[in-house]
């Protein structure tokens, strides 16, 4: 299956998807693509040493978003993409990718949705004081996080916490869960029928290993 990543900033989950393919973890998969709105970006430098095309653009050149996500949905459509996957896109997706793409979209998010959706959600919950927060991973639709999810992993907050310790907890827990949830999908694993998804895998974990401090 043909996959393109969608990201914004350091590209730590990019990373993850591309090492799990290099070892075999995710199997029958390839990234094509790389989507980045931000030239600065850290995940441009990963994708060039992984040798995977990027298309890099700048929102403020377009007059509106149905027109840089048309000029994406082309590149998109030329490099045969068939899974889209927003690892840290900090934008909301609009019409023109989501009728193409619908049901073929995926997002992670740092927090156990419905709980602290949008733009930092891990500083969220450290100021709430939750004790448990965690990770969504989730169909896309035209909301913010609020797509059908498909797989939600728990992360404890321990009473030594800072806003830091809790945020390496949650990303290296991104990191297993992500490639493994693309797998699902590539596998053909992943029933979506309205906001149920059911995943056709018995082996699949659901809840993960609770990481102790």
Known sequence: MKIAVFASGSGSNFAAIMEAI????????????????????YVVQRAAQYEVPVF??????????????????QRLENAGVELIVLAGYMRLIGDTLLKAYGGRMIN????????????DAIGQAFRYGVK???????????????????????VPVYGKDDE???AERIHRE?????????????????RLNGRQVQIEAEDFEYSGGVEKP
């Open 174 to 190: 991104e990191h297993r869960l992500l490639p493994q949830v693309v797998q699902l999908l590539v596998s053909g694993n992943v």
């Open 108 to 119: 992670l998010h740092p927090s156990l949705l419905p709980s602290f959706p949008g733009k």
């Open 164 to 166: 830091t310790a809790l």
């Open 132 to 154: 448990v927060t965690g990770i969504t991973v989730h169909f896309v639709d035209e909301g913010m996080d609020t797509g059908p999810i498909i797989v939600q992993r728990p």
């Open 22 to 41: 290099q070892n075999g973890a995710l199997t029958g998969a390839e990234v094509e693509l790389l989507v980045c709105d931000k030239p600065e970006a």
């Open 56 to 73: 890099l653009f700048n929102a403020k050149d377009y007059p509106d978003k149905p027109s840089f996500e048309r000029e994406i949905l």
